[in-house]
């Protein structure tokens, strides 16, 4: 079992940078793969990028290309999503997640939530 916070949160204007971190306990960080969340009011939850257990392979979808970078620090137990070039729209809550084995793109497919950070992006 692992147990998920999130920190780094917190109110922007457009153009801005911001890094997301998310901090594991309990089982050893390394045994998953990490996958970033975000959830606009009133629409789903999105997938913004995931991370192997090692860091050697990464993902992202479309929308997340050339802005987000995910990174992890085995040794700290912490996963961090760098977000660059802010948008209004990337406001949302954002989740990280954890899964044993591979990386995943679908939320139903990560088994350890936390309980997410709000990012807020002013235009």
């Known amino acids: 079992q692992v147990q998920l916070v999130e920190s780094g949160g917190g109110l922007v204007q457009a153009g801005d940078s911001l890094r997301l971190s998310c901090a594991a306990s309990g089982r050893t960080c390394s045994s998953y793969a990490m996958g970033w969340f975000r959830q606009a009011p009133g629409k789903g939850r999105e997938f913004v990028g995931a991370i192997s257990r090692s860091g050697g392979s990464t993902y992202y979808p479309d929308s997340a290309k050339g802005r987000f970078t995910i990174s992890r620090d085995n040794a700290k137990n912490t996963v961090y999503l760098q977000m660059n070039s802010l948008k209004p729209e990337d406001t949302a809550v954002y989740y990280c997640?954890?899964?044993?084995?591979?990386?995943?793109?679908?939320?139903?497919?990560?088994?350890?939530w936390g309980q997410g950070t709000q990012v807020t992006v002013s235009s």
């Open positions: 997640a954890a899964r044993l084995h591979n990386i995943a793109r679908v939320s139903r497919e990560y088994d350890h």
